[in-house]
């Protein structure tokens, strides 16, 4: 089975900064992609950055220039560190990622329970 783990969420302050990691475990056989999303209640996931294994990163409008990624390939980890964070940032971030389990060929994705971010004074 796989595994996916975020952590790094908590309190920040309006302009503060957060890391944020993604760990991916289990009987991983290959990561296609990483991708991170936020929820609020009440409304749709949304789309923040998508890793690619190759080394391709995209970063949806509303974090670029925000956010950055790094990774450690030997922990099958992704980080999103954002910046300058404001109030409407408050969400739960989640991540997804797209892998081949051992033993097998296709894709699949496999989603972590998620962690708050709260932007308050």
């Known amino acids: 089975q796989v595994q996916v783990v975020e952590s790094g969420g908590g309190l920040v302050q309006p302009g503060g900064s957060l890391k944020l990691s993604c760990a991916a475990s289990g009987s991983i056989r290959h990561i296609v992609a990483t991708r991170w999303y936020r929820q609020v209640p009440g409304k749709f996931r949304e789309l923040l950055a998508t890793?690619?294994?190759?080394?391709?990163?995209t970063f949806e409008d509303s974090v670029k220039g925000r956010a950055t990624i790094s990774r450690d390939s030997a922990k099958n980890t992704v980080y999103l560190q954002m910046n300058n964070l404001k109030p409407e940032d408050t969400a739960v971030y989640c991540c997804?990622?797209?892998?081949?389990?051992?033993?097998?060929?296709?894709?699949?994705?496999?989603w972590g329970q998620g962690t708050q971010v709260t932007i308050d004074s």
């Open positions: 997804c990622v797209s892998l081949v389990m051992q033993g097998t060929d296709g894709n699949r994705d496999f």
């Open positions: 890793v690619f294994t190759g080394g391709m990163i």
